[in-house]
């Protein structure tokens, strides 16, 4: 991505999300956004991506071991969820005197 202007994307942590593409595809169960990196276009997503971490012998976890935790994916590859047709749709955004709100295209509602 270029580095010259802050990219802006619609979606923030906390946001409920579906994963449109990948091996964890599934349009139908939103999950919720841990954290979102938009210099990178990356996002953390619960339940979502899980890798595999090998931990070597350390003095808060003295056996070691293997854990499986999330990494980040593609923010391109979530869309946002829209509660309220309980489907993914697309967003717009709309100046206020607050700032930016953003709206569901599908529903027509102003996404918290």
């Not at 139908?28 to 841990?34: A, E, F, G, K």
């Not at 749709?89 to 709309?94: D, F, G, I, P, T």
């Amino acid at each position: 991505m270029k580095k010259r202007f802050k990219p802006k994307f619609n979606i923030k942590k906390g946001d409920n999300v579906v994963v449109i593409a990948g091996d964890d595809k599934d349009r139908t169960q939103p999950r919720q956004v841990l954290s979102v990196n938009p210099t990178d276009g990356k996002v953390l997503i619960e339940g979502v991506n899980l890798v595999t971490k090998h931990l070597k012998p350390n003095a808060q976890n003295p056996q070691g071991g293997i854990v499986k935790e999330e990494a980040y994916m593609a923010i391109s590859n979530v869309m946002l969820w829209d509660a309220k047709s309980k489907a993914p749709a697309r967003v717009k955004r709309e100046r206020t005197d607050a700032g930016f709100i953003r709206i569901s295209k599908k529903s027509g509602e102003a996404i918290k």
